[in-house]
């Protein structure tokens, strides 16, 4: 079955950074856009980054523009989020999404992100 598993959450200071990993098994990666997505308490969850399939066209959420970059490695099944220039507002849980048709739409588990000083 489709199974996605974040890692590289943690407490960090503002300013620092971090790098997500999304461990990918289940389906064929390389065919699928991923996402990594985030949801602060209280709030709705939000789309932070995509990267496509074949193309690797990445598309950013303006909050993170400049400072996140996503990207992927097919050899290894893995999908990263690098996050660089870490603000208090970026703490949140970050999840991993693959949509394989309109109808299946997986996510992971979680990695919590907390920058605080």
């Known amino acids: 079955q489709v199974r996605l598993v974040e890692s590289g959450g943690g407490l960090v200071q503002p300013g620092g950074s971090l790098r997500l990993s999304c461990a990918a098994s289940g389906f064929t990666f390389r065919n699928y856009a991923m996402s990594w997505y985030r949801q602060a308490p209280g709030k709705e969850r939000e789309l932070v980054a995509t990267i496509s399939s074949a193309t690797r066209n990445t598309n950013y959420a303006d909050s993170v523009k400049g400072r996140f970059t996503i990207s992927r490695d097919n050899a290894k099944n893995t999908v990263y989020l690098q996050m660089n220039s870490l603000k208090p507002e970026d703490t949140a849980v970050y999840y991993c999404?693959?949509?394989?048709?309109?109808?299946?739409?997986?996510w992971g588990q979680g990695t919590q992100v907390t920058v605080s000083s």
């Open positions: 999404n693959v949509k394989l048709t309109i109808l299946y739409d997986y």
